[in-house]
């Protein structure tokens, strides 16, 4: 019987040239990413085409408030190098820069393409790039065609047990979901990534530094580092935190092997010395944008307005399913205090893997970025516990010959991959019911949409916009003007600035105090729509210290009077 089940042990390889990737396999691949990416354009043709006559959808499925940000940076960089925070009334210098909206406005210039059609060629880009570069990365770690099969689509669907979150809320919980971030936290998730935070999915190309360095070290070559460490240069100047998980997974890895070989892995200290010194200058950047500038370093300091963590660690098979369970057992059945013997793949993917459970705990408040990427090496030990331990064990029990063992192993890989994917089911289709709401964020009135366009012609770059949050997290990317209230992060004092709107708006506020904010932050234009108008009865029209600069509908933009 184990002779008949050699052919399902995972086989580690040492030399790229030991597997060869069929272009049949590649053109799997390329078909998987496009059907995955029409079944993802679905909600967002929905939202357009549903949209009713007074409302417009803004093009953005999933987290609003950040992805406006990003599209505040895609309109500065459309005319400069560097931007300004328009999130905030502060008056600042353009002084931040990010690599892949610059990359993202330029082109978009060129084309002739605003953020909302930018960003869905970020999305189809981006996911083509990731899932041929996991196939390639897999493709090292398994000769055979139906784990390398395996892991791949673990990869990009496989996701947490959410959905029991979910059937609890309809059940026992009186409608309350208990732990919300465990089932839409979007980093681990590949599948939910792509539907709606694709900067995620273009952020964990991270790890081709890896491929790279692998391949490198097979060949023990230096000349992979060096590449390695310009690609890894040109990510972090996208996401300077990645640089903590590209060091974070090398050192580990290095570690384990000296450990092994009971000496220093020269080649291993090299190429980290050669990543390090070519990569980590947009990480200095990046500390001393927030240690330097006020402005920055008040915009750190406000992370934890989200209060978005990793999990704590007894609800990280909630956040992540079942193929971390498999992962987590895979591990640890391997042993992982005996390295002797063990190959220099395990080793990485043992070392990836751990060290992640460090990284994702980080005393920094972006902590639970470092989930992103982490589904890699959790589908990668997961397939090796597939092959090595689950489908031996049923076949025993069954006693089946050869080929019905293949035929057990795609069974029980086809229920397990579908089992993992069951909250991502969900997800998908709670994106139709949430977008038939018409409602904000989503949806702005068509009326709100000529305010903006007025504001965009009207309003000078530096003037300030005041309205309520719903509208203000548009008001940059839209306009080009500073919001006095945009983001939990962006916006300083963003729990001042959001208790100073409700005062502006609410009837009982004394008139004065309603001009002091207006000084106080040199506020040039009040925005009052529908939903200024809920936020506190508050008639502006009435108001003689205000005048009429534009009106539409239920709309309306006000000025500070001027003084006589």
């Keep these: 019987m184990q002779a008949e089940l050699s052919y399902t042990s995972v086989q580690a390889k040492e030399d790229a040239a030991a597997v060869e990737v069929t272009r049949q396999e590649w053109l799997f691949v390329i078909v998987t990413a496009l059907v995955v990416l029409i079944v993802t354009m679905l909600p967002y043709l929905y939202a357009y085409w549903s949209a009713p006559p007074d409302r417009q959808f803004m093009g953005v499925i999933y987290n609003v408030p950040d992805h406006m940000q990003y599209f505040s940076w895609f309109r500065e960089f459309g005319e400069s190098n560097l931007s300004a925070n328009k999130l905030t009334p502060e008056p600042n210098e353009p002084i931040f820069f990010n690599l892949l909206w610059w990359g993202m406005a330029r082109i978009g210039g060129v084309l002739g393409i605003g953020y909302a059609g930018m960003y869905q060629i970020l999305r189809w880009t981006a996911t083509i790039l990731f899932l041929l570069l996991v196939y390639r990365m897999v493709s090292w770690f398994f000769a055979d065609r139906l784990q390398r099969t395996t892991a791949f689509l673990l990869i990009l669907f496989g996701a947490g047990f959410g959905w029991v979150l979910i059937l609890m809320k309809y059940t026992i919980t009186n409608g309350e979901l208990l732990w919300p971030l465990d089932v839409y936290v979007a980093e681990p998730n590949t599948f939910l990534s792509i539907l709606g935070s694709p900067h995620f999915v273009a952020a964990a190309l991270y790890m081709f530094v890896f491929d790279l360095v692998l391949r490198g070290q097979a060949k023990n070559q230096l000349r992979y580092a060096v590449y390695a460490g310009l690609f890894a240069l040109f990510m972090g100047w996208q996401h300077a935190y990645d640089l903590l998980i590209v060091y974070g997974v090398l050192g580990a890895y290095g570690l384990l092997v000296w450990i092994r070989d009971r000496k220093l892995p020269m080649y291993l200290l090299w190429s980290g010395l050669i990543i390090g ?238 001009r002091q904010i207006v000084a106080d932050f040199g506020v040039d234009y009040v925005f009052w729509g529908p939903m200024e108008q809920a936020i506190g009865n508050y008639i502006l029209s009435d108001d003689a210290n205000f005048q009429v600069m534009f009106t539409q509908g239920n709309v309306a933009i006000f000025a500070p009077a001027e003084t006589p």
Excluded at 322 to 338: I, M, S, V
Excluded at 358 to 383: K, R, S
Excluded at 436 to 456: F, V
Excluded at 466 to 481: D, F, M
Aim: aromatic share 16%; glycine share 4%.
């Design 277 to 514: 010194v070519i990569s980590v200058w947009p990480a200095l950047y990046s500390v001393w944008l927030t240690t330097h500038d006020p402005l920055w370093e008040q915009v750190l300091a406000q992370f934890a307005n989200a209060g978005v963590y990793s999990p704590p660690l007894y609800r990280l098979p909630v956040l992540l399913g079942l193929p971390f369970l498999l992962a987590l057992f895979t591990a640890l059945r391997q042993n992982p205090f005996k390295l002797r013997g063990v190959s220099n793949n395990d080793l990485f993917v043992r070392g990836w893997f751990w060290i992640s459970f460090v990284l994702i705990y980080l005393p920094v408040d972006y902590q639970i970025h470092m989930l992103n990427g982490w589904q890699v090496p959790i589908a990668i030990l997961a397939t090796q516990g597939i092959f090595a331990y689950v489908v031996p064990v049923l076949a025993h029990r069954s006693a089946l010959g050869k080929t019905l063992v293949r035929r057990l192993a795609i069974t029980t890989v086809a229920i397990i991959i579908a089992f993992s994917a069951f909250t991502n089911i969900y997800l998908f289709g709670w994106r139709f019911y949430d977008l038939n709401r018409h409602d904000y964020p989503y949806y702005l009135y068509q009326d709100e949409i000529a305010a903006l366009r007025w504001l965009e012609a009207n309003a000078a770059s530096e003037v300030v916009v005041l309205s309520s949050l719903a509208i203000g997290q548009y008001i940059p990317a839209e306009t080009g003007a500073h919001a006095f209230l945009a983001h939990w992060a962006q916006t300083v004092d963003y729990y001042g600035k959001e208790a100073a709107v409700a005062r502006f708006f609410d009837v009982a506020t004394p008139e004065q105090k309603r």
